[in-house]
């Protein structure tokens, strides 16, 4: 099927207030621009370099999401242009989002990512981690960053119940966050959660926004890259 084709489909099994963020890493700009003429304007990708690569070649209304680990050496690649981070997990590097966000005029939302999954992963935060970050003195100098909510990724499993309780614990530290350090704003409300696999639990959960990579361009050469 054409990519035009499975976006349509997909789209019609969503409701119309969840964003999706349609995940074309490892994909050519010639699929890119099928869905942008689709009508799909939020795109994601979890390289810098890829990112950077594919950005001048495509039209200037597109939405660029980074979704992926963040190196702190690569944000000045995607600076210029990226309209939300997805996996901030660091004092350092939401440090460096800012400076470059500053060098550019410009204001970057971020979402602060979370471990919520059983398997091993050296990247997201616990809220702990999250509190003394949003806690910290530096952190509320930061101008050019506006953390906009939170992202995580369940763990890879089709035992349903355990992805629901990962995801229902996500909401969970969402709305303390919200609570305790957003309450006077409505800047944060985004919940980046669910993917090709699980977007349906992740959306009854309470997701604004879900990451969907092969259900709209087909499997990755995983030969290549993830
Ligand atoms: C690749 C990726 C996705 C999309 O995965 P699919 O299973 O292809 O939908 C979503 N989120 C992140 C962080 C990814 O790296």
């Known amino acids: 099927m054409s990519i035009e084709q499975n976006l349509l489909n997909f789209k019609s099994t969503i409701p119309g207030n969840v964003k999706l963020v349609a995940v074309s890493k490892t994909k050519p700009v ?69 400076k470059q966000a500053e060098k550019n005029g410009r204001i970057i939302d971020c979402l602060l990512q979370f471990h919520i999954a059983e398997e091993y992963t050296k990247f997201g935060l616990n809220l702990e981690e999250a509190e003394e970050l949003l806690n910290s003195d530096i952190f509320k100098t930061f101008k050019n960053i ?26 969970s530290i969402f709305n303390k966050l919200k609570e305790t350090y957003f309450n006077n704003t409505d800047c944060f409300s985004e919940i980046s959660m669910g993917m090709s696999g699980d977007y349906q639990l992740a959306i009854e959960e309470g997701s604004t926004m879900i990451r969907i990579g092969t259900l709209i361009f087909g499997e990755r050469n995983y030969k290549k890259q993830n």
């Open 146 to 171: 506006n953390v906009t909510g939170v992202m995580g990724m369940a763990t890879y499993t089709d035992v349903e119940e355990q992805i629901r309780k990962e995801f229902s614990y996500l909401v």
């Open 30 to 98: 010639e699929d890119i621009m099928e869905a942008y003429n689709s009508g799909q304007l939020i795109f994601g990708e979890n390289k810098a370099q890829d990112m950077a690569f594919k950005y001048p070649q495509l039209p200037k209304d597109i939405e660029w999401h980074f979704i992926g680990h963040l190196q702190t050496n690569k944000v000045k690649l995607i600076a210029p242009f990226v309209s939300v981070i997805h996996a901030v997990d660091s004092l350092k590097l939401i440090g460096e989002i800012n």
